[in-house]
């Protein structure tokens, strides 16, 4: 009886000092003091010693106790802004104090429109991150340079921020890393040229930044590849894309990447022909509108053409739409406006549904939806 009270004692002794360690409770404490969140509360939970359990957004390892995660997402369906009938809004900056937080896995801190500063350079000692996901905040400063050390990252989204200087090179010795999001934000400087051995990527999407340069080759060797959305909105930079660049013909190919499903080359400078490929490939989502494009909208449409977009507009395309467009499984939404073509739109069931706006402004096309074409 009495070894049974002294043993879980001893139990309750060990589980308390193992739960939520005073370092972890520390650095939780100067992370959340670092942050003004005035509307929902969500910070309320954290009080007592026990950070594990019913701190809002925390989580811990189950074996080692420490803090694992921080999910803290500003718009979502927790009852908590149901009750406020608002999104988040926190202001502040991301103390340095999470970098104590030595097994943290993942730190999201998404969509709260208002924190600012950098992002804490030391991060890049957590080497068990998987998830860093800031997206939709003020974060500014650059992302740190040595962020290639995070060696189990997946995830790395700063999306919808101020994050201004370059891609560190580092970067790129991300070997897990499958989810790239940088869009809207400053950066500026190239692609790294080896940018292809982030080997894992599914997602690159990087549009919206004032990146230069050329769109690295190295991509090609990226078969994992399902949305690209290297589109530059920003009229001081350029890109030059060529994958499998054929000198000779002037032209550019895209590798029948069997998962692409996003292709988002809008706003660069790609010149040459569309490749015929592009027509029956995987690629759902294709926008290469704002480029310059030549030729013709090659032939090859055919029962494997599903688009829930081809935006093809603002190019020098020139000739007749393909006849074979009417046998497209589906077109979603087409703009092939802002070109040069000529000739009758084709008709068919995936042009029944579309208006005179995906094919106003070319030279010459007539027929429905625009005016009827005069009989010769
Ligand atoms: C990438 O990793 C290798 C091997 O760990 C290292 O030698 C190299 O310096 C790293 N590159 C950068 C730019 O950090
Ligand atoms: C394609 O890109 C252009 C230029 O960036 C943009 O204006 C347009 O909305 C995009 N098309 C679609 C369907 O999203």
Request: charged residues 20%; contains cysteine; proline residues 5%.
């Amino acid at each position: 009886m009495k070894l049974n009270v002294v043993v879980s004692l001893l139990l309750l002794l060990i589980s308390t000092a193992t739960c939520c360690p005073p370092s972890d409770l520390r650095a939780l404490l100067a992370f959340r003091s670092a942050l003004h969140e005035p509307y929902l509360g969500i910070f309320n939970s954290w009080t007592g010693q026990d950070c594990c359990h019913n701190w809002y957004g925390v989580s811990c390892d189950a074996v080692t106790h420490r803090v694992a995660d921080i999910n803290l997402r500003g718009e979502s369906e927790d009852p908590i802004f149901e009750r406020a009938h608002r999104t988040g809004y926190i202001t502040g900056r991301i103390s340095p104090a999470i970098c104590d937080l030595a097994r943290l896995s993942a730190l999201t801190i998404a969509d709260w429109k208002g924190i600012s500063g950098d992002i804490p350079k030391c991060i890049t000692r957590l080497s068990f991150l998987r998830t860093i996901d800031l997206i939709g905040n003020q974060i500014s400063g650059e992302i740190p340079n040595d962020i290639g050390r995070l060696n189990r990252l997946a995830v790395l989204n700063v999306a919808d921020n101020r994050i201004s200087g370059s891609i560190p090179k580092s970067l790129t010795n991300l070997s897990s890393l499958m989810h790239l999001d940088l869009r809207n934000n400053l950066i500026t400087g190239l692609i790294p040229t080896d940018f292809g051995r982030l080997t894992m990527l599914s997602r690159a999407l990087l549009s919206g930044n004032r990146i230069t340069g050329r769109i690295p080759e190295s991509l090609t060797k990226i078969y994992r590849l399902a949305d690209v959305d290297l589109s530059i909105r920003s009229s001081i930079s350029y890109i030059s894309f060529y994958i499998n660049y054929a000198p000779t013909k002037k032209t550019f190919y895209i590798r029948p990447w069997s998962v692409l499903a996003t292709l988002n080359l809008d706003g660069n400078k790609i010149s040459g022909e569309i490749p015929q490929t592009l027509m029956t490939s995987s690629v759902m989502n294709l926008n290469l509108s704002r480029n310059l494009l030549q030729g013709k909208i090659p032939e090859g449409f055919g029962p494997r053409s599903y688009f829930t977009v081809l935006d093809l507009s603002y190019n020098n395309l020139k000739g007749p739409i393909p006849s074979s467009i009417s046998g497209a499984s589906f077109i979603g939404h087409l703009d092939i406006s802002h070109n040069h073509l000529c000739g009758k739109i084709p008709v068919g069931s995936p042009f029944d549904h579309l208006e005179a706006a995906s094919f106003m402004f070319n030279d010459c096309l007539c027929g429905k939806p625009l005016r009827a074409c005069l009989k010769h």
